[in-house]
């Protein structure tokens, strides 16, 4: 089960940080992902972490804006969100993928940020940038 929360209104050039409470399953094993929702736009993939290496990936659009981490212990991933924009409003939720993984030269950004692979998902928190 995947509980995302900390969504809000917020002002352009704000913060907000997200977090996503995990349970039935253990964090450390997984690759766990933030992907977002905009009204009439496709779902798209915010940023990823594969917990072998525990690197993140960030779409094109939040880098150096937005943070990913991940507290294993805690079973809990968090995003920080800085100078939010406008465009970053949407339904953010957490999702996780049980693998079978390609293997790690094949493990890109693209991968990593791509919906097809992540077998649960939460219910979403809902994120607005607004002045």
């Known amino acids: 089960q995947l509980v995302e929360s900390g969504g809000g209104l917020v002002q352009p050039g704000g913060s907000l940080r997200l977090s996503c409470a995990t349970s039935g399953f253990t964090l450390d094993f997984y690759a766990i992902a933030w992907f977002r929702q905009a009204p009439g736009k496709e779902r798209e993939g915010v940023s990823c972490s594969k917990s072998t290496d525990n690197r993140a990936y960030y779409a094109d659009s939040v880098k150096g804006r937005f943070t990913f981490s991940r507290e294993n212990g805690d079973n809990t991933v968090h995003l920080q969100m800085n100078s939010v924009e406008p465009e970053d409003t949407g339904v953010y939720y957490c999702?996780?993928?049980?693998?079978?993984?390609?293997?790690?030269?094949?493990?890109?950004?693209?991968?990593?940020?791509?919906?097809?692979?992540?077998?649960?998902w939460g219910q979403g928190t809902q994120v607005t940038v607004s002045s």
């Open positions: 999702a996780v993928d049980f693998g079978p993984y390609p293997p790690h030269t094949e493990y890109t950004a693209t991968y990593c940020l791509s919906s097809d692979g992540y077998d649960s």
